[in-house]
């Protein structure tokens, strides 16, 4: 399901089938770097992830993460979306790509029209982004979409803190 397209991209719906690309994704070093292992070591966790994370979130919220196609090859690049975490008041923006297709703009181009999405069509008022504090690529995107630092929080018991932005 098709939910957003830009001038190089296509943003859908992730589905099961996907679990390839999330399994590549989420085991990539700048993923466990910066996101974190979330236990996904066989195609069988990832259609779990998948199933817990984005469409248990389409299915409660009406968005989610979604995945980042190139429009002329059709190949998945990455992931962009809204999550909304019981730790954060308002939903906050999420992506990660694969590094090759990083430094290219796609992750400030997915989130500049994941953002018109969440104020547009969904009517969120707010939409948040969490970073972790040493990711620069991250932190310049977040800022490219318009967002502000404003404090270090700890979204989980682990004490690992994030920067938090805003609009």
Avoid at 19 to 35: E, G, H, Q, R, T
Avoid at 70 to 96: H, M, N, V
Wanted: glycine letters at 8%; aromatic letters at 10%; hydrophobic letters at 40%.
């Amino acid at each position: 399901m098709v939910i957003l397209e830009t001038e190089r991209l296509t943003l859908r719906r992730i589905i099961l089938a996907d679990a390839p690309f999330i399994f590549k994704l989420v085991n990539d070093p700048s993923w466990l770097k910066y996101i974190g292992d979330r236990g996904v070591k066989t195609l069988h966790d990832a259609r779990r992830y998948i199933k817990n994370g984005p469409l248990a979130m389409y299915r409660q919220y009406g968005f989610g993460l979604y995945l980042v196609v190139l429009k002329t090859t059709k190949i998945p690049i990455g992931i962009c979306g809204i999550i909304k975490r019981e730790s954060l008041i308002d939903p906050d923006i999420g992506f990660a790509f694969l590094p090759q297709y990083t430094g290219l703009g796609y992750a400030t181009e997915s989130g500049k029209a994941v953002m018109e999405y969440g104020k547009n069509a969904l009517g969120l008022r707010r939409i948040l982004a969490i970073t972790s504090p040493d990711n620069h690529a991250s932190i310049n995107v977040v800022e490219k979409l318009g967002l502000k630092y404003k404090k270090l929080i700890n979204l989980s018991n682990d004490n690992s803190q994030c920067k938090l932005f805003a609009p």
